[in-house]
């Protein structure tokens, strides 16, 4: 957008080129393998999930201060901000702001160029994926290599992540054979002859083909999970090892980071690294966790960029009722529990954010001009099952609705909606009255107008339930899960 | 304050920078100010040997090797650990107490980070020895400052084998109380358990790219 002065463009969140979410997921909906995946996938997490949450018997105490500690800091973001710009710069680091996309590559590329390198490795980030960044990269000459297996995966097979956690999971171990197979040799070390297909093989083939690109790139992009304010730490949260080799061993780090991840204060961090990792992977602690201030002379990057990014985050904000999902900390458990994500798969959200929170996201982010970011609001039954897993505490079902009386609609219907997510916003305030709610939610139209009508007419969503949610999750969750 | 020089220099950084800031304060001028509340536990005092036990369960629960032992035992218990698993050339941080290594004989070369190890001279190392400055025992974290006996962190990621010695008075009970102790200005790294992924097909696998093997000493006394 350059130097054009005006106020800065609605979010560009890249858009995966699929077609609107009725009919992509349809198509997923056909492909067993990635149904049966996905089932896997999500079922065991949520297993997981709710036994390391029953362990703390603080959690919701912990979820209100998490959500509270959120709403405190966006209530305040510009003071945050200005903050932690302050603290990163006095250790030693530089801050960009980028309004948009295009000001953040551009940003990225010139810093990259200006080292004189033509690749970088990257550690798994949301952001960097919203942005396209790897594309332009590309343009400019620049490589920029994966380093999450997940991503890895889904970098060799010229593909698209279908889940925040789990991008690779509509990949099964002979499609990851076939892929390494057929095209670690164009990116790197080949893989090794007589692989097989047996996970720590394929592991393996991954740790030898990423070992000397780490040992000697000298350029690292990342995102991160929290920056803290008051002390301009930078915090990411990962598995593999592959964040500690790019955030270490590089001369240069430059990492992009949505404005809303930042938190007050150090102490808050004893909050959200209770919340993360067990809403998360299902672990009380996720394998590895790093935490860096500027830099430290004689340990890690000499040189590290924070490039803060707006891309549609401030017109969230300007939203009463849809500000809340800027509280995300993308832990993925809204789309384990989520009965449309398990069928659809996260390709037909056509965004970086798939499921329950990919619906109120990406059509905030974007706008609503595209029939696929119009009919995400619908990608839902409204169950409410998203909203009590969500570590934060963000009220999709409610911002769903909200969203839907603000896609374009015929007179009628907007009225009706309106009126519909005015209640219920009230009404998901008040303890004690999910039932009446549930009951609210019905007189919700289902089915989305127009052309979108072809996502509602396929009855493999549930209806909502009638029951409680409480009571059908003690009922499926609780049991043989 | 100035922004930063650097490649951006010349293009509307800071023109960006003031009308983010300018659209975050339109959006949320009639917005509540929300009070924070912390409900949550804080503080939790337990006894020394339940702290031991927890973190050691905790620890073993990610198939990380977990010996307990009194201090008079750690270098026999660090001798026989590094043998088993055939260590030859073993990366060993500044300022580890030489008490660990009293008997671990002339069979294993030291590396000293001092000049700084080359990446690749890590990379062929068998593994590494460190203290830690804080552990976890609820989660079973141990957590890494670079401190003495510990060393930049390139040290602990690149050999696939970690020998970390925790001593019983660095184990707190849980997230807060490391907090608390920790020194966000020092560049942390927290470890559960070794490298793992499930990216197939949500198998769990120890070790793609950190220490594939991790084995910890809690010192009792
Ligand atoms: S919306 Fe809540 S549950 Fe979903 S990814 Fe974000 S924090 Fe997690």
Redesign the pocket.
Same mark, same amino acid.
């Given at each position: 957008m350059g130097g054009s002065g005006t106020s800065p463009a609605r979010g560009r969140v890249v858009d995966l080129g699929m077609p609107e979410f009725p009919r992509g997921a349809a198509r997923a909906v056909a492909d067993s393998q990635l149904r049966f995946n996905l089932r896997k996938a999500t079922h065991t997490i949520r297993g997981k999930r709710a036994n390391v949450v029953a362990e703390l018997p603080d959690w919701l105490e912990l979820r209100a201060a998490g959500k509270a500690i959120k709403d405190h800091t966006l209530r305040n973001l510009d003071r945050y901000l200005i903050r932690l710009e302050r603290a990163v710069t006095e250790a030693g680091g530089h801050v960009h702001w980028a309004a948009d996309a295009a000001e953040a590559n551009r940003i990225v590329t010139d810093l990259v160029k200006a080292t004189g390198e033509t690749s970088v490795v990257k550690v798994k980030s949301m952001a960097t994926q919203e942005i396209g960044l790897n594309e332009a990269l590309a343009e400019a000459g620049i490589t920029a290599y994966e380093t999450d297996l997940a991503e890895l995966i889904v970098q060799l097979g010229d593909d698209r992540p279908s889940h925040?956690l789990v991008p690779a999971i509509h990949r099964n171990r002979a499609e990851i054979r076939e892929i390494f197979l057929d095209h670690m040799g164009e990116w790197g070390r080949p893989a090794p002859e007589g692989l097989t297909d047996e996970p720590r093989a394929l592991a393996e083939a991954a740790r030898l083909h990423l070992r000397e690109r780490f040992l000697s790139t000298k350029v690292a992009i990342s995102g991160a999970n929290f920056m803290v304010a008051e002390t301009g730490t930078l915090v990411v949260l990962e598995s593999e090892g592959n964040g500690r080799m790019c955030l270490t061993l590089p001369e240069t780090l430059i990492s992009v980071v949505g404005i809303e991840k930042v938190v007050p204060t150090w102490r808050d961090l004893e909050v959200f690294l209770q919340l993360l990792p067990r @809403?998360s992977t299902g672990e009380r602690m996720n394998p590895y966790t790093s935490t860096w201030t500027g830099v430290t002379p004689g340990d890690g990057p000499r040189e590290f960029h924070l490039v803060l990014l707006d891309n549609g985050r401030t017109d969230v904000l300007a939203d009463e009722v849809g500000r809340q999902a800027l !509280? +995300?900390? !993308? +832990? @993925?458990? +809204?789309?384990n529990v989520c009965p449309v994500y398990e069928r659809a798969g996260g390709h037909a959200y056509g965004s970086v954010y798939p499921?329950?929170?990919g619906a109120i996201l990406t059509p905030q982010l974007r706008g609503m001009a595209s029939p696929l970011d119009a009919s995400l609001p619908y990608a839902s039954s409204l169950c409410g099952a +998203?909203y009590d %897993?969500?570590? %934060?505490a /963000?009220d /999709?079902p409610t911002v769903l609705v909200h969203l839907r009386a603000r896609a374009p609609h015929p007179p009628a219907e907007r009225t009706l909606l309106r009126a519909a997510s005015w209640v219920l916003a009230r009404a998901s305030r008040l303890a004690g009255v999910q039932r009446l709610a549930s009951r609210l939610r019905r007189l919700i139209p289902r089915r989305a107008p127009g052309p979108l009508a072809a996502w509602t007419d396929t009855r493999d969503v549930p209806p909502v339930p009638k029951e409680p949610f409480r009571d059908w999750w003690d009922r499926t969750e609780g049991g043989a899960e | 304050m100035t922004p930063p020089a650097g490649p951006s220099a010349g293009l509307p950084a800071t023109g960006s920078r003031e009308r983010i800031l300018a659209r975050i304060r339109a959006a949320v001028a009639a917005a509540p100010e929300p009070p924070v509340r912390r409900a949550y536990r804080t503080g939790a005092r337990m006894p020394r040997e339940t702290l031991i036990e927890l973190f050691a369960e905790r620890v073993r629960d990610y198939r990380a090797i977990v010996h307990t032992v009194p201090g008079a035992e750690v270098p026999g218990t660090v001798a026989a650990a590094l043998a088993r698993r055939g260590v030859r050339r073993l990366v060993v941080p500044a300022h580890l107490p030489e008490a660990w290594l009293e008997r671990t004989g002339g069979s294993v070369e030291r590396l000293a980070d001092d000049p700084p190890l080359p990446a690749a001279e890590l990379d062929r190392a068998d593994g590494v020895i460190s203290g830690c400055a804080v552990a976890i025992a609820e989660t079973g974290t141990i957590v890494l400052d670079a401190g003495p006996g510990q060393g930049r962190r390139a040290l602990t990621l690149v050999p696939d084998y970690h020998l970390c010695l925790v001593r019983a008075e660095q184990i707190v009970p849980r997230v807060p109380e490391a907090i608390a102790r920790l020194d966000p200005r020092r560049p942390l790294t927290w470890i559960s358990g070794p490298s793992a992924t499930s990216d197939i097909e949500l198998n769990r696998i120890e070790g793609v790219h950190g220490p594939r093997t991790l084995e910890v000493v809690i010192i009792t006394d």
């Open positions: 925040i @809403s !509280r +995300c900390i !993308r +832990c @993925s458990a +809204c789309l499921g329950p929170i +998203c %897993v969500c570590p %934060v /963000i /999709i | -």
